[in-house]
């Protein structure tokens, strides 16, 4: 079992910024491609980033390219998501989730085996 803890959410205004943490309680975190979703209210839960086993490749929603990085650091044992320039559309409450091996459905939060609780992000205008 991984078990993922997301931290970092808040209220913040259009335009500004803030740094999601994923904490993975696995000993085998870097074995784990890492991906961030969110999910607004009366909306699907959407891909919003993700970033292979080692760090070598990122992958990003267009909705948010240019203004997110996603990034890991396996000795710690934690993935983040730095999001700059925040619109109001990207409220939504941030998961993270993981998985041993992914293929081209990356992007599918159905293929995912592990989930944090979310964390909650609101940007106002």
């Known amino acids: 079992q991984v078990q993922l803890v997301e931290s970092g959410g808040g209220l913040v205004q259009a335009g500004g910024s803030l740094r999601l943490s994923c904490a993975a309680s696995?000993?085998?975190?870097?074995?784990?491609?890492m991906t961030w979703f969110r999910q607004a209210p009366g909306k699907e839960r959407e891909f919003v980033a993700a970033i292979s086993r080692s760090g070598g490749r990122l992958y990003y929603a267009d909705s948010v390219k240019g203004r997110f990085t996603i990034s890991r650091d396996n000795a710690k044992n934690t993935v983040y998501l730095q999001m700059n320039s925040l619109k109001p559309e990207d409220t939504a409450v941030y998961y993270c989730?993981?998985?041993?091996?992914?293929?081209?459905?990356?992007?599918?939060?159905?293929?995912?085996?592990?989930w944090g609780q979310g964390t909650q992000v609101t940007v106002s205008s």
């Open positions: 989730a993981a998985k041993y091996q992914v293929g081209p459905n990356y992007s599918l939060a159905r293929v995912y085996d592990y």
């Open positions: 696995e000993r085998t975190f870097s074995s784990y491609t």
